[in-house]
């Protein structure tokens, strides 16, 4: 079975970025937190408290998990933005620490690995910590950014069960830190005309959805189900059911799934390579969903 791609111009970058500069971060819209951006020299942000043009606050973020989301999308991301900035890192390897540092001139004080973690907490320069980690790590370190006094954006999906997603939103409500997710289709304009389209049915009643996401060259830590809780469900179908959702402007009221033949079967002894599944919803719509 061939996975289907779907290009989309409307690239992570420029959702970081538009994100910044325009819409701001609705999850954190409050006091002092009402838009992500920031850019200039890192290491002199840190020293003067980043300011933006208009004498505002910029916000230090400081990403926790250094892989390609991180350095691919991110970090050049967050030099492009005009409210926040890369103030910290977070990583287990000597060597991209020692890479980043000079990559984005941090300072070493806002240099953490996972064993000092914590200490984040004593670190004016970091107002949020950005969770990009392994699906089964979300948890834990939200809830230990939390507990250090940072608001937190941990990337989708959430947790890997509904238990966790609990535990993250209770800890943070604790604190009074906001907690976002990083599905950055909330804003996309496309998904958003294809809302508009849907609910108000500007070309009549929808009647079946057929919707389709998948990626090519997945390794490491995606193929171990401890670290990825799942197979592509979690990552990848999520698109899938939240367009068919947003697009109705209802919730599925049943839903039937299967998983897909296995082209290598070694690759994926201990996950789904793909998952078939069919949403119900009120009205007599359907949505024929895959993901590999």
Same mark, same amino acid.
């Given at each position: 079975?061939?996975?289907?791609?779907?290009?989309?111009?409307?690239?992570?970058?420029?959702?970081?970025? $538009?994100?910044?500069?325009?819409?701001?971060?609705?999850?954190?819209?409050?006091?002092?937190?009402?838009? *992500?951006?920031?850019?200039?020299?890192?290491?002199?942000?840190?020293?003067? %408290?980043?300011?933006?043009?208009?004498?505002?606050?910029?916000? &230090?973020?400081?990403?926790?998990?250094?892989g390609g989301?991180?350095?691919?999308?991110?970090?050049?991301?967050?030099?492009?933005?005009?409210?926040?900035?890369?103030?910290?890192?977070?990583?287990?390897?000597?060597?991209?620490?020692?890479?980043?540092?000079?990559q984005y $001139?941090?300072?070493?004080?806002?240099?953490? $690995?996972?064993?000092?973690?914590?200490?984040?907490?004593?670190?004016?320069?970091?107002?949020?910590?950005?969770?990009?980690?392994? !699906?089964?790590?979300?948890?834990?370190?939200?809830?230990?950014?939390?507990?250090?006094?940072?608001?937190?954006?941990?990337?989708?999906?959430?947790?890997?069960?509904?238990?966790?997603?609990?535990?993250?939103?209770?800890?943070?409500?604790?604190?009074?830190?906001?907690?976002?997710?990083?599905?950055?289709?909330? #804003?996309?304009? #496309?998904?958003?005309?294809?809302?508009? *389209?849907?609910?108000?049915?500007?070309?009549?009643?929808?009647?079946?959805?057929?919707?389709? !996401?998948?990626?090519?060259?997945?390794? &490491?830590?995606? *193929?171990?189900?401890? *670290?990825?809780? &799942?197979?592509p469900l979690?990552?990848?179908?999520?698109?899938?059911?939240?367009?068919?959702?947003?697009?109705?402007?209802?919730?599925?009221?049943?839903?039937?799934?299967?998983?897909?033949?296995?082209?290598? %079967?070694?690759? #994926?002894?201990?996950?789904?390579?793909?998952?078939?599944?069919?949403?119900?919803?009120? &009205?007599?719509?359907?949505?024929?969903?895959?993901?590999?």
């Amino acid at each position: 079975m061939t996975p289907y791609h779907q290009p989309n111009p409307y690239t992570r970058r420029k959702f970081i970025y $538009n994100l910044s500069c325009k819409a701001g971060f609705a999850a954190l819209a409050v006091n002092g937190i009402s838009s *992500l951006a920031g850019c200039g020299t890192n290491e002199q942000q840190s020293e003067e %408290k980043a300011t933006n043009e208009k004498g505002q606050h910029k916000l &230090g973020i400081a990403l926790v998990g250094l892989g390609g989301y991180s350095s691919g999308e991110l970090a050049p991301s967050l030099k492009e933005t005009q409210h926040c900035y890369l103030s910290g890192i977070v990583t287990g390897s000597p060597d991209k620490a020692e890479k980043w540092k000079k990559q984005y $001139n941090i300072p070493d004080k806002n240099i953490y $690995n996972y064993q000092t973690f914590d200490s984040i907490k004593d670190n004016p320069d970091i107002d949020i910590v950005y969770v990009v980690l392994p !699906n089964s790590m979300h948890a834990e370190y939200t809830i230990r950014a939390a507990k250090a006094g940072k608001h937190v954006i941990c990337e989708k999906p959430m947790a890997v069960s509904t238990e966790e997603c609990e535990s993250m939103i209770a800890a943070c409500k604790e604190v009074g830190k906001m907690l976002s997710i990083g599905y950055r289709l909330h #804003f996309d304009p #496309f998904h958003l005309e294809m809302m508009r *389209l849907g609910q108000k049915k500007i070309y009549g009643p929808i009647k079946l959805i057929k919707a389709y !996401n998948g990626m090519d060259g997945t390794s &490491g830590w995606r *193929l171990d189900k401890k *670290l990825a809780g &799942g197979g592509p469900l979690m990552d990848l179908g999520v698109y899938c059911i939240q367009g068919a959702r947003y697009t109705t402007g209802l919730e599925p009221i049943s839903v039937a799934a299967q998983e897909g033949p296995k082209t290598n %079967k070694e690759m #994926f002894k201990n996950i789904e390579e793909t998952i078939l599944w069919q949403m119900e919803f009120p &009205g007599g719509i359907n949505a024929d969903c895959m993901c590999s």
